[in-house]
């Protein structure tokens, strides 16, 4: 039982990331790989989907009802997700104040909306589908496949994990180097950078690209620091990749009129 609930919250957790990626990928015009772990996983939508089946799949006759359930049902799961990220890393991954209809920016009328229509989707018609392919697969294909996924999320988590435990460390170290003199906080970055390169530079610069509204409750003004700080060496990187493509142009096309 518990590995057939643990396949299925793999594949809402990957179909969950499918959309989220999607959606915001459109949205910003540019690649945003948008989740919560680094691989193509939303842990938040695997649990939300096992929510609705287990809790609303009796009313899949009923589809208004299963709708609205399942709105308020995934809108209460994210307002909870969001105060526990705050309260166990000290970080709120996104924020909807600016958004009509929105309660203390953790959830909004919009989402909420959404929320209720994959539901229904996925209660009369993905689900189905999924729990039929899964019966015509090899049980041992299975099992192997689904267990190197289990070890794989383990490993992706405690990554992730880490790295929001760091980054809201880093904020609160630049909070205090903020109120002090402008040398020591050039020193500081200094340190600090040859230290992220060492730890956790990767996992922290994917949080800044999948969450851009990504504050610290504690530190919100030390957190926009380093965000900011991370996109002008974004874009510095940019330009220096972009120099070096019109150098190698210039160089090749000397060599050619040669």
């Known amino acids: 039982m518990f590995f057939h609930w643990f396949c299925l919250f793999v594949f809402y957790s990957f179909l969950g990331w499918c959309c989220e990626t999607i959606f915001c990928s459109l949205a910003a015009r540019r690649w945003i790989n948008r989740g919560f772990l680094a691989g193509p996983f939303c842990p938040i939508y695997g649990f939300g989907a096992l929510f609705v089946l287990l809790c609303f799949g009796r009313y899949k006759s009923d589809p208004l009802a299963l709708f609205v359930l399942s709105m308020v049902g995934c809108s209460i799961l994210e307002y909870i997700t969001s105060w526990l990220l705050e309260k166990l890393f000290g970080v709120s991954l996104w924020d909807y104040s600016g958004r009509w209809g929105n309660l203390n920016g953790r959830v909004c009328l919009r989402n909420s909306l959404l929320f209720g229509i994959l539901s229904v989707g996925v209660v009369l018609w993905i689900h189905p589908a999924i729990v039929t392919f899964l019966r015509i697969l090899p049980p041992y294909l299975v099992y192997v496949f689904f267990l190197s996924l289990m070890a794989y999320l383990l490993f992706d988590l405690t990554v992730t994990v880490r790295a929001l435990l760091d980054v809201n460390r880093e904020a609160g170290i630049r909070s205090l180097q903020l109120g002090q003199v402008s040398a020591t906080r050039d020193t ?37 620091d380093l965000r900011d700080e991370w996109q002008e060496n974004l874009l510095r990187a940019r330009q220096d990749v972009k120099h070096s493509v019109q150098n190698a142009k210039k160089t090749l096309k000397k060599k050619m009129e040669k």
């Open 188 to 224: 500081y970055k200094k340190g600090l950078r040859q230290k992220a390169a060492r730890r956790f530079l990767r996992s922290r610069n994917r949080l800044f690209r999948a969450f851009p509204r990504m504050r610290s409750i504690r530190y919100p003004e030390a957190l926009r």
